[in-house]
């Protein structure tokens, strides 16, 4: 793996935990840590990631599903933790204070050859991020947890040659589902997540001609299928490869073609449900 690819990984997507890995062949960034430190070991450990190389977590809210792992994975491993004061301050969270580092939007940090741009989005946080990170050649955004695709997703989004994109509902299960009015319209209000034709909707319309792959993000799991979103934007993909990002497992191992000419990658592992043929 060279500088000029990328490997974006989902560690864990859902409202059960949230945990994505972008790097390249020296170094490596978390956004967010919502599953468990032994879980995000275990995990790395099946696609032989080196834990070492992951260098600073980026943190996009509050919400536990995406912090909940973030204290003794730092503590364990020095991590630096890229938080906003606000949301440090809601999030509630005991690390060490050398490990602590604010950012604001649009303020570009350097993690050796990344480069990360974190951009305010709407959703019920306090002080909700998305992030993009860039390598020498490559561009990954990860863009979840969104009420409504604004500007900033848009601008971003059509950069990006790999991105993790949030396909939370589908309408009509929503609808018909048992969840209370309030929470229903917390999901689809504008503040809450990306339904599924919301994010084909920007999948289309914003998608550029050298992105290879979409991971699609934060399913629910009482309000969407992942059958149901793959077939959905199959149908679409034109050369793209979606991947639908599990709640209970990591996807498998992809490298993106560094080169701004032409889009490709090759996978290094098989998918998860493999993966106990090799490590066993």
Do not use: W
Not at 169 to 190: C, F, Q, T, V, W
Not at 243 to 250: D, G, L
Request: proline share 4%.
């Amino acid at each position: 793996l060279s500088l000029h690819d990328a490997l974006p990984i989902s560690l864990n997507s859902g409202s059960n935990g949230n945990c994505y890995y972008v790097g390249t062949g020296s170094e490596a960034v978390l956004i967010d840590a919502g599953i468990s430190c032994r879980e995000i070991e275990k995990r790395m450990k099946r696609l032989n990631l080196s834990i070492k190389k992951v260098k600073s977590i980026f943190i996009s809210h509050e919400h536990s599903d995406h912090i909940r792992g973030i204290e003794s994975l730092s503590k364990k491993y020095r991590i630096p933790v890229y938080i906003t004061k606000k949301t440090f301050l809601y999030s509630r969270l005991k690390l060490e204070k050398e490990l602590v580092i604010h950012f604001k939007s649009h303020e570009h940090l350097i993690i050796g050859n990344l480069k990360i741009t974190p951009f305010s989005k709407l959703h019920d946080a306090c002080d909700p991020y998305s992030f993009m990170i860039e390598g020498e050649s490559i561009k990954v955004g990860v863009f979840t947890d969104i009420g409504f695709p604004c500007k900033e997703v848009k601008k971003y989004f059509k950069q990006c040659n790999a991105a993790f994109l949030e396909a939370n509902y589908e309408e009509a299960m929503l609808d018909s589902g048992d969840y209370p009015n309030h929470l229903k319209k917390r999901i689809s209000g504008g503040k809450g997540h990306l339904s599924n034709k919301q994010a084909v909707d920007l999948f289309l319309e914003y998608k550029p001609d050298f992105m290879s792959h979409l991971f699609l993000s934060h399913l629910s799991e009482n309000n969407n299928k992942p059958s149901l979103v793959q077939d959905l934007f199959d149908k679409h993909a034109n050369g793209v490869q979606i991947i639908v990002a599990s709640r209970y497992q990591e996807t498998a191992l992809y490298q993106i073609n560094g080169s701004k000419s032409e889009r490709g990658s090759k996978m290094l592992l098989p998918p998860p449900q493999q993966l106990s043929l090799i490590f066993n």
